[in-house]
């Protein structure tokens, strides 16, 4: 038998569960994809408010939470200052086409924050939450 190390951190993270909210059902289904092929739960939202319920029902299971910045309803950043007043720790990552357009997207909001650039890679945004999830613990 030939057993290989393995790093207990990176396993642990890559069976997080992570809340998307996003409202585009494409780039939904795309982010979807990518971290599911990284051993990633997901759990999804089309919106802030129902990325709410979701999170109310199941918050002992997610660990970070993935949000479009701007969306109908509810967009991330309102959604990310409920959820502080919740969890304080939540770790969230902010995702914008808009990122470089609007100055002060995101003042507002409580760190630890990042925001990630439309269009993105599969690697980049992998960094990103590894990167968040590894600073919350």
Same mark, same amino acid.
Do not use: C
């Given at each position: 038998?030939?057993?290989?190390p393995? *790093?207990?951190?990176?396993?642990s993270? +890559? #069976?997080?569960?992570?809340?998307?909210?996003? *409202?585009e059902?494409?780039?939904?289904s795309?982010?979807? +994809?990518?971290?599911l092929g990284q051993?990633?739960?997901? #759990?999804? $939202?089309?919106d802030?408010?129902? $990325?709410?319920?979701?999170?109310?029902?199941?918050?002992?299971?997610?660990?970070?939470?993935i949000?479009?910045?701007v969306?109908?309803?509810?967009g991330g950043?309102?959604?990310?200052r409920e959820? #502080?007043?919740?969890d304080?720790d939540l770790p969230?990552?902010?995702m914008?086409?808009?990122?470089? *357009?609007?100055?002060g997207?995101l003042?507002?909001v409580d760190?630890?924050?990042r925001?990630?650039?439309?269009?993105?890679?599969?690697?980049g945004?992998?960094?990103a939450? +590894?990167?968040?999830?590894a600073?919350?613990?």
């Amino acid at each position: 038998f030939l057993y290989l190390p393995v *790093d207990a951190e990176a396993a642990s993270l +890559r #069976r997080a569960t992570v809340l998307l909210v996003e *409202d585009e059902t494409a780039v939904r289904s795309v982010v979807r +994809r990518m971290l599911l092929g990284q051993g990633f739960a997901v #759990r999804e $939202a089309r919106d802030g408010e129902a $990325a709410l319920r979701l999170w109310h029902a199941e918050r002992a299971h997610i660990r970070a939470v993935i949000t479009d910045v701007v969306m109908p309803v509810m967009g991330g950043r309102d959604l990310a200052r409920e959820l #502080r007043l919740l969890d304080h720790d939540l770790p969230v990552l902010f995702m914008s086409a808009y990122a470089g *357009d609007e100055p002060g997207l995101l003042d507002g909001v409580d760190e630890p924050r990042r925001l990630l650039a439309k269009p993105f890679t599969s690697e980049g945004l992998l960094d990103a939450l +590894r990167n968040l999830l590894a600073e919350s613990v």
